[in-house]
């Protein structure tokens, strides 16, 4: 039987597939990370990399965390140029579609917004914002600054945080709650991320 030329699936599926294309053997890798050798086949045995150890191994092997995580696709070395017809970002996309999550493209420097999802059938009554501005309409004005500053920190330092907020309905003195979370970026322009109904 063949071998397919699937992607690698897991944490560690994607930690092997990243040796073998830098050709780092395990001793080269634990020498570099000042760690055993036993240490680095407890990885692979167990199917979990050491926390501390993370940032540093994806800096060797020249990957991004987010790959190595959690399999997103690493839209950080697109360009400009390529991003609208971006294969990774599309795989992302459907990915995260294929969760049931409603998704948002955020283009920092246009201030423009793109829905990508089942948004009639999510938000229907209610007009979705189509950039910046909107979105400060949109969200519950007493939230909107916990999102921006959260929205600020992922586009500058890429911290993931969650942030859960009201947004405004037309239906008054009805409340409703949405969980947002930051997927990944592009050349520091595009921030995508997820919205779904929170429940307590």
């Given amino acids: ?18 040796l073998a294309q830098k050709g780092i053997s395990i001793t080269q890798l634990s020498e570099d990370l000042g ?62 579609l294929n ?14 917004i793109l829905w ?11 007009e979705l914002p189509s950039d910046t501005d ?6 519950d004005p007493d939230y909107y600054h916990m999102f921006h500053h959260a929205l600020l920190r992922y586009h500058l330092y890429k911290d993931r945080q969650k942030v859960i907020f009201p947004i405004r309905q037309e239906i008054p003195h009805k409340s409703r709650w949405l969980e947002l979370e930051f997927e990944s970026h592009c050349n520091n322009q595009i921030v995508i991320y997820s919205l779904q109904e929170f429940k307590a």
């Fill in 1 to 18: 039987m063949g071998a397919t030329n699937s992607p690698p699936i897991g944490v560690i599926d994607r930690f092997r597939s990243s």
């Fill in 35 to 96: 760690v055993s050798r036993q240490a680095i086949y407890n990885w692979i045995k167990s199917g979990a990399i050491s926390q501390r150890y993370i940032e540093p191994l994806c800096q060797i092997l020249e990957i991004k965390a987010e790959w190595l995580l959690f399999g997103t696709p690493q839209l950080q070395d697109c360009t400009d140029s390529c991003y609208q017809n971006c294969e990774l970002k599309v795989t992302l996309i459907d990915l995260l």
């Fill in 99 to 112: 969760n049931r999550k409603l998704i948002v493209e955020h283009n920092i420097l246009t201030q423009e």
């Fill in 116 to 126: 990508h999802g089942d948004t009639i059938n999510e938000f229907e009554g209610s």
């Fill in 134 to 139: 909107s979105l400060r309409e949109w969200i």
